[in-house]
């Protein structure tokens, strides 16, 4: 089971940086870490790229994400969520966040228990 080093639930924190203007500038911050995988989802679970495995919602613990606007249009909003799976698969999935969302992944990830659910304000601290 994963361990967070923050133990508070994901309620309103604080997604700012003023380092990062897109998703790709925590994407490579991640992926030096470990956080490799790209995650998508089918059938109501969560796939690894080039995997057959799949993980349902209680398997899979969150434990970061970020969002974005687009520089150009403000309602070109993104969310990146960076994952972990019971058997440590590290990696992201990123979805739309407002209208344009993936329903699918908006549903997985509301479907993600609360207490697997964790935020760490610096990047840093996540292994």
Same mark, same amino acid.
Do not use: C
């Given at each position: ?14 997604? +700012? #940086? %003023?380092?990062?203007?897109?998703e @790709? ?6 992926q030096? &870490?470990?956080? $490799? ?19 349902k ?6 434990v ?7 520089? +150009? #249009? %403000?309602?070109?909003?993104?969310i @990146? ?7 440590? &698969?590290?990696? $992201? ?13 908006h ?14 304000d ?6």
């Amino acid at each position: 089971m994963y361990k967070f080093k923050n133990q508070s639930i994901m309620k309103n924190p604080d997604y +700012s #940086d %003023p380092k990062a203007k897109h998703e @790709l500038d925590f994407l490579s911050q991640y992926q030096k &870490k470990g956080y $490799t995988n790209n995650f998508r989802v089918e059938d109501h679970t969560l796939i690894a790229s080039g995997e057959d495995t799949n993980y349902k919602p209680e398997e899979v613990f969150i434990v970061a994400e970020h969002r974005y606007e687009g520089m +150009s #249009d %403000p309602s070109d909003q993104s969310i @990146l969520y960076v994952i972990t799976t019971e058997n440590d &698969k590290k990696g $992201t999935i990123l979805n739309a966040y407002g209208p344009s969302a993936d329903l699918d992944i908006h549903e997985f990830i509301n479907a993600i228990p609360e207490k697997n659910k964790s935020h760490d304000d610096s990047i840093l601290n996540i292994e």
